[in-house]
């Protein structure tokens, strides 16, 4: 099972929107809606920022936002703030035997 | 509040075992799945395994089929991860999530356990 494809870095600056991708295959991303986004900063466990695509758990800001298009997903974040620089990786339900993979990771600046 | 609290860290030798706990609060331990995970140094994280406390029953990633074993006390409401056979590769912060089945919706996670393995 390959690991979902996402960019090594996004960048933006202060109360700018960026958006990650998370692309994988009709195995994975576009044939379940169950894709996960997490947050970590350095040193920390990772946090559930987004669930089943678009959901966000009680407490993440709504400057966070998910979606899907076939095979790609991607995380929006809006009103960039500094606290949100970390790495961000997105995790799919996958149809193989082994039954969730992860993304490659993305470093998110806020310059 | 949810809390999952993991073991401390390990130093183990190639071809030795090692087991990690995970102990819960703040919820019905058996209501939720536990999934594990690890991530080495600079590197993603990568998904090992689940355990239904309820049932005992548990799914592993076919790259450690063989070498993983996973457990839980529920009198405790602690999970436990054991892999054998270490080598430097294993070398890693391991976690536990509680997780809803196949949701992929890891909410509440443990501070991580570094496991080294070197001779």
């Known amino acids: ?111 | 509040q949810v809390q999952v609290v993991q073991s401390g860290a390990e130093v183990k030798k190639p071809g030795a075992s090692v087991k990690v706990s995970c102990r819960a609060s703040g919820y019905t331990f058996t209501s939720y799945d536990i999934n594990w995970l690890r991530q080495a140094t600079g590197q993603g994280l990568e998904w090992m395994g689940w355990m239904n406390p309820n049932s005992g029953n548990t799914g592993y990633a076919q790259k450690f089929q063989g070498r993983v074993t996973m457990t839980r006390n529920t009198s405790i409401s602690t999970a436990y991860i054991e892999l054998s056979s270490l080598t430097s590769e294993d070398t890693a912060v391991y976690y536990c999530a509680r997780g809803q089945g196949a949701t992929n919706r890891n909410d509440h996670w443990g501070q991580g356990t570094l496991v080294t393995v070197s001779s």
């Open chain 1, 1 to 111: 099972q390959s690991a979902l494809t996402q960019p090594a870095s996004v960048s933006g600056s202060p109360g700018q929107s960026i958006t990650i991708s998370c692309t994988g295959t009709s195995s994975d991303v576009g044939g379940y809606n169950y894709v996960s986004w997490y947050q970590q900063h350095p040193g920390k466990a990772p946090k559930l920022m987004i669930y089943e695509v678009s959901n966000r758990p009680s407490g993440v800001p709504d400057r966070f936002s998910g979606s899907k298009s076939g095979n790609t997903a991607s995380l929006t974040i809006s009103g960039l703030q500094a606290e949100d620089e970390a790495d961000y990786y997105c995790s799919s339900y996958t149809s193989s035997s082994t039954p969730f993979v992860f993304g490659t990771g993305t470093k998110v600046t806020v310059l």
